[in-house]
């Protein structure tokens, strides 16, 4: 079992930066593929950005691509979403998925592992 905790949310005004980070536990980052999906109210989640199990390969939603940046820290057990030029339809509560498969994975029915979710809001 994996357990991830999500932290770095908060309120912004657009055009500005957050940093999310995924902290792991109970079982190597190594071992998953991890995503970011977002939820805003009334609306289903949403996928915005995968990484491979290694960190060699990342896929973005069109809405986010060029503004957000995935990475990860396997030593440290951590993923991150750095997220840029921050827009009001950026607003959602933002959660983290891992999955013991190896490669991208854009459908949150692939993922295994859940955190509790943070909470991003961007005011215009």
């Known amino acids: 079992q994996v357990q991830l905790v999500e932290s770095g949310g908060g309120l912004v005004q657009a055009g500005g930066s957050l940093k999310l980070s995924c902290a792991a536990s109970?079982?190597?980052?190594?071992?998953?593929?991890m995503g970011w999906f977002r939820q805003a109210p009334g609306k289903a989640r949403e996928f915005v950005t995968a990484?491979?199990?290694?960190?060699?390969?990342?896929a973005y939603s069109d809405s986010v691509k060029g503004r957000f940046t995935i990475s990860r820290d396997n030593t440290n057990n951590t993923m991150y979403l750095q997220m840029n030029s921050l827009k009001p339809e950026d607003t959602a509560v933002y959660s983290c998925?891992?999955?013991?498969?190896?490669?991208?994975?854009?459908?949150?029915?692939?993922?295994?592992?859940w955190g509790q979710g943070t909470q991003v809001t961007v005011s215009s």
């Open positions: 998925g891992g999955t013991p498969y190896y490669g991208l994975y854009r459908d949150p029915g692939d993922y295994k592992y």
């Open positions: 990484i491979n199990r290694a960190g060699t390969s990342v």
């Open positions: 109970g079982r190597s980052l190594g071992t998953t593929a």
